[in-house]
């Protein structure tokens, strides 16, 4: 997992290079004519997925715990936040393409759809694993000594929260 | 002659070869890292913060797996050490 959690930062470290290229290589960010990010709302976006990582934190405690109720809990609300996070990015994604702001929308709209994109496609694996493990936890699958792959799961949801406030720092507020 | 001297002399005038190529200022200059060319344009500035993050990544990588498996084993040791003291106050509690 943490050969493949590795693999993952440096797929991600190409394509945050490339956005640096063109970030830094451009002398107006964003280009003229085109919009500015919607800074508010996906900040508050990122309060939520930082908080999910909180309540995959209490999942995990609570099963190590031998904690069931608390799991199930701590599983559903962390799946809840992270569908909420897809769906507030994909509410934002339609206002801007609705503003013409496209993958086609010069280097700007290309790194902006690629990098975020990306990102939220991981996030959305992430929720289908999510919503895998829970079903586990429901049937009664993981134990106080038996949770391996609840403990796998949580580290790559921790990988992807971990990611998302970077990305947010370079492409919409830098 | 035998393989392993032809080999040599090959491997000699491939190295003569690419050190003449640093001779030529427009070769080095088609590269953007040794900043002949890009250096002091916006251009180069993006390619320079780029590059500058590519060359971090890969130990930020192994250094954030290094600290992971660290606190791993921290963790670990420390429940092993908790044990014990937890089994004694059991059997004091039983008393």
């Given at each position: 997992?943490?050969?493949?959690?590795?693999?993952?930062?440096?797929?991600?470290?190409?394509?945050?290079?490339?956005?640096?290229?063109?970030?830094?290589?451009?002398?107006?960010?964003?280009?003229?004519?085109?919009?500015?990010?919607?800074?508010?709302?996906?900040?508050?976006?990122?309060?939520?997925?930082?908080?999910?990582?909180?309540?995959?934190?209490?999942?995990l405690r609570a099963i190590r715990r031998g904690d069931?109720?608390g799991?199930?809990?701590?599983?559903?609300?962390?799946?809840?936040?992270?569908?909420?996070?897809?769906?507030?990015?994909?509410?934002?994604?339609?206002?801007?393409?609705?503003?013409?702001?496209?993958?086609?929308?010069?280097?700007?709209?290309?790194?902006?759809?690629?990098?975020?994109?990306?990102?939220?496609?991981?996030?959305?694996?992430?929720?289908?694993?999510?919503?895998?493990?829970?079903?586990?936890?429901?049937?009664?699958?993981?134990s106080a000594t038996r949770h391996?792959?609840?403990?796998?799961?949580?580290?790559?949801?921790?990988?992807?929260?971990?990611?998302?406030?970077?990305?947010?720092?370079?492409?919409?507020?830098? | 002659?035998?393989?392993?001297?032809?080999?040599?002399?090959?491997?000699?005038?491939?190295?003569?070869?690419?050190?003449?190529?640093?001779?030529?200022?427009?070769?080095?200059?088609?590269?953007?890292?040794?900043?002949?060319?890009?250096?002091?344009?916006?251009?180069?500035?993006?390619?320079?913060?780029?590059?500058?993050?590519?060359?971090?990544?890969?130990?930020?990588?192994?250094?954030?797996?290094?600290?992971?498996?660290l606190y791993r084993y921290w963790r670990a040791s420390g429940q092993r050490r908790k044990a014990p003291a937890q089994h004694v106050t059991s059997l004091h509690h039983v008393e």
């Amino acid at each position: 997992m943490l050969i493949f959690l590795g693999a993952e930062a440096m797929f991600f470290a190409g394509l945050i290079g490339a956005f640096l290229v063109f970030r830094f290589g451009s002398a107006t960010w964003p280009p003229p004519g085109q919009p500015y990010l919607p800074v508010g709302v996906t900040g508050v976006n990122t309060i939520i997925l930082l908080f999910s990582a909180y309540t995959m934190g209490r999942a995990l405690r609570a099963i190590r715990r031998g904690d069931r109720q608390g799991l199930v809990r701590g599983l559903l609300v962390t799946a809840l936040l992270g569908t909420i996070f897809l769906g507030v990015q994909g509410y934002e994604w339609i206002r801007l393409v609705h503003f013409g702001f496209t993958l086609s929308s010069g280097t700007y709209g290309a790194t902006f759809y690629t990098l975020i994109g990306v990102h939220g496609l991981h996030v959305f694996g992430a929720v289908l694993w999510l919503l895998v493990v829970l079903a586990g936890a429901r049937a009664h699958r993981f134990s106080a000594t038996r949770h391996a792959a609840l403990t796998l799961c949580g580290m790559y949801w921790y990988f992807v929260v971990a990611l998302w406030p970077l990305l947010f720092t370079l492409v919409y507020l830098s | 002659m035998g393989d392993g001297v032809r080999m040599m002399r090959r491997c000699r005038a491939l190295g003569m070869g690419m050190a003449a190529l640093l001779l030529i200022p427009a070769a080095g200059h088609a590269c953007s890292v040794c900043g002949g060319a890009a250096m002091g344009t916006d251009a180069g500035t993006g390619f320079n913060t780029s590059l500058f993050f590519l060359i971090a990544m890969p130990y930020v990588v192994v250094g954030a797996i290094a600290g992971w498996l660290l606190y791993r084993y921290w963790r670990a040791s420390g429940q092993r050490r908790k044990a014990p003291a937890q089994h004694v106050t059991s059997l004091h509690h039983v008393e």
